[in-house]
């Protein structure tokens, strides 16, 4: 069965650095496009990121642009979000979900997610 | 960019009723939209992809209908498990933009 399980969350200082990492098993990953998509307790869905399949193309966000980077490694099934120079309205879950297709698709699963918290 | 507009905000109903949730798009487009079930502290499930298909394992009260700007989700028959947020989204291209949400309640 498909299953994600993102990483790599937890309390980070304004202006710091954190990668989360989203490991794939159940589907051949190099397939599929990934994306990250975060929700602050209480709110709506935020679509962050997306990667393509092999890799040769990536969007973001207005609100993550220039800070965050998304990448792949098909070799080992995971995909990554680095982020910097982090903001406390960067506090949320992060959830990596899987696309329905190697491009522009709907997300059909989703990893449990993983909590980002930026406070001093 | 396009922006995905959802109404009501929330509803409540009754065990059995019929529910219905309106997305619009404030640009055509076309038949790329998705809805997603959200329950309390849990990741979305995708329930509808290309408006009207049915994903996988979805149990059939749920349906959708619309292309262009303006779709629908429908609840058949309103059960007590089906109590969670709904979002649509649109996929035909950068950003995939969610709707903000409708909240169903059992009334």
């Known amino acids: 069965q498909v299953q994600l399980v993102e990483s790599g969350g937890g309390v980070v200082q304004p202006g710091g650095s954190l990668r989360l990492s989203c490991a794939a098993s159940?589907?051949?990953?190099?397939?599929?496009?990934m994306h990250w998509v975060r929700q602050v307790p209480g709110k709506g869905l935020e679509w962050l990121t997306f990667?393509?399949?092999?890799?040769?193309?990536?969007y973001y966000a207005d609100s993550v642009k220039g800070r965050f980077t998304i990448s792949r490694d098909n070799s080992k099934n995971t995909v990554y979000l680095q982020m910097s120079s982090l903001r406390p309205e960067d506090t949320a879950m992060y959830y990596c979900?899987?696309?329905?297709?190697?491009?522009?698709?709907?997300?059909?699963?989703w990893g449990q997610g993983t909590l980002v918290t930026v406070s001093s | 960019d396009i922006q995905m507009t959802q109404s009501p905000s929330s509803l409540s109903a009754s065990v059995g009723d019929r529910v219905t949730i309106t997305c619009r798009a404030s640009?055509?487009?076309?038949?790329?939209l998705a809805w997603y079930q959200q329950k309390s502290g849990k990741a979305p499930k995708l329930l509808i992809y290309?408006?009207?298909s049915l994903q996988s394992g979805v149990p059939s009260r749920f349906s959708g209908s619309g292309s262009g700007t303006d779709f629908t989700l429908t609840i058949s028959s309103l059960q007590p498990e089906d109590v969670a947020i709904y979002y649509c989204?649109?996929?035909?291209?950068?950003?995939?933009?969610f709707g903000q949400g409708t909240k169903v309640e059992i009334k």
């Open positions: 979900a899987k696309g329905y297709c190697g491009g522009d698709c709907s997300f059909d699963y």
């Open positions: 159940g589907f051949t990953f190099s397939y599929f496009a």
């Open positions: 290309a408006a009207s």
């Open positions: 990667i393509r399949f092999d890799g040769s193309d990536k």
């Open positions: 640009q055509g487009i076309s038949n790329n």
């Open positions: 989204q649109k996929y035909n291209g950068a950003p995939w933009t």
